[in-house]
């Protein structure tokens, strides 16, 4: 039993590692905690629900995680193809592009939660 909490406590470990050196190496992701620093300041100011709350949090993680994959993507195919080859510049199209419909999908739901309540504001 203490072998399999260790080795759960270890996997966290490895975690948070890999967040801290996709933020301290990777360019979008620290836009991404930008836009989602910006957007929980929104959300305090325009004092969310709790249903709201569970969207934004949802939206946030999901860009982040996606940024993560699309990371770990890149990092795997420059270990197996460190010279340009079309398939590897597919490889990471696609996983940019995943991390882009995650995205435009977390713009859509903000725009959704946003918009009524500054247009209230404005009026």
């Not at 759960?8 to 590692?17: D, E």
């Not at 969207?55 to 993507?73: R, Y």
Request: charged share 10%; net charge neutral.
């Amino acid at each position: 039993m203490l072998q399999y909490l260790q080795q759960r406590i270890a996997s966290f470990k490895y975690a948070f590692t890999g967040m801290a050196e996709v933020i301290q190496n990777q360019s979008n992701p620290k836009i991404h905690l930008l836009a989602a620093l910006i957007v929980i300041l929104g959300g305090w100011f325009l004092s969310f629900s709790s249903e709201e709350w569970c969207l934004v949090v949802l939206c946030i993680t999901s860009v982040l995680g996606a940024e993560s994959l699309n990371s770990a993507i890149e990092y795997l195919t420059d270990l197996v193809s460190p010279e340009f080859h079309p398939l590897a510049k597919k490889t990471k199209d696609a996983a940019a592009a995943g991390v882009l419909w995650v995205a435009i999908g977390a713009l859509v739901v903000g725009m959704v939660i946003f918009l009524p309540k500054v247009l209230a504001l404005i009026q």
